[in-house]
Structures are given as structure tokens and as C-alpha cells.
């Protein structure tokens, strides 16, 4: 199986950008770790980071088409934003799982909702970045790889 992880905007500061919400690991230790446990299941993996809505759309609009089965997609402020990004994976046929670091039901109602939850088949919130472990877990799991 094939798994795309999108991470939006300002992600690329994990690890600097208010550690006391986000923790310590940096993006590169987060896709790193993906990275070993996909190919230790035999899984290909392909991680992007953007700042920008519609390269995050352009990735899950190519995923349709090249073989991808999951998107673990933490689509960080955009998720209480961008109806666009929800049309995109709504044309995208395989799993989705929504990913936050921190737990956004405990933080300020504006990010209480999530477009990207009208569409997610799991969403984990709040287990750090250990979320994207678990939620990559979870896929492994359920293809019975
Ligand atoms: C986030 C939560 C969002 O509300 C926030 O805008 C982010 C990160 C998280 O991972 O906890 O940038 O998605």
C-alpha cells in the first residue's frame, strides 16, 4: 500500500514553534519515524509540507491517480478554514485519517470544528506527534498488512 502525509501550514516549524502545545520533535524526526515503520511493513510512503492551501490540494488531487491508498493529512490551520481542501479529499477515493498534535477541543472554540472531519474516516487529537504513529498503526492494521 501506498500512504501520502500532508502536513499544512507552519508545521515546518515543529519543534521550535511553542513547544509547550506542539512538543520538541522537529517535522524530519515525525516523517522519519513514518518512514521507518511504512517500509518496515512494506508500505511506500510519501511525506509534503506546504504553507499553502493549494499545493496541499494539488497532492491529494495527484494521489488519486498515482496508486496512493491513505492520506494521513494534519491539515493544522486550514482544517477550520478550507473548504477546498474537504472538496479535494472528498474526490479522493481511499483512507483518510485527520491528525492534530494538540488536543483542539481544549484549545479556543475557533478550532472546535474541522471541514476536514465531514470526510475523515479517524481523526486522533492530542497525542502529540505520536498521533501520526498511531494513526499510520491503525492503517498497517486494517489492510491486514
Ligand atoms: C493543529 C491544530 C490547529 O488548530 C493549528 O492551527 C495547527 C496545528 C495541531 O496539530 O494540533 O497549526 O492542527
Known amino acids: ?21 506542539y512538543g520538541y ?25 506546504s504553507n499553502h492551501e493549494g499545493e496541499l ?10 496508486g496512493t491508498t ?6 493544522a490551520a486550514y482544517t477550520h478554514t478550507s473548504v477546498a481542501i474537504l472538496d479535494a479529499l ?3 477515493e481511499g483512507k483518510v485519517y485527520e491528525v492534530h498534535i494538540s488536543n483542539v477541543h481544549k484549545r479556543e472554540s475557533f478550532r472546535h470544528h474541522s471541514y ?3 470526510r475523515a474516516d479517524g ?4 497525542l502529540g506527534t505520536q498521533g ?3 494513526s499510520l498503526d491503525a492503517l498497517i492494521k486494517a489492510a491486514g498488512t
Open 25 to 49: 520533535e522537529t517535522l524530519a524526526d515525525v516523517n522519519h519515524a513514518l518512514y521507518e515503520k511504512a517500509t518496515l511493513n512494506g508500505w511506500e510512503i510519501k511525506a509534503l509540507q
Open 57 to 66: 490540494i494539488d497532492a491529494i488531487q495527484a494521489a488519486r491517480l498515482d
Open 116 to 118: 476536514v472531519s465531514l
Open 1 to 21: 500500500d501506498k500512504v501520502l502525509v500532508l502536513h499544512g501550514p507552519n508545521l515546518n516549524l515543529l519543534g521550535s514553534r511553542q513547544p509547550e502545545i
Open 123 to 126: 481523526v486522533i487529537a492530542g
Open 70 to 75: 491513505a492520506i494521513i493529512i494534519n491539515p
Open 132 to 134: 501520526y504513529q498511531a
Open 90 to 92: 472528498n474526490a479522493f
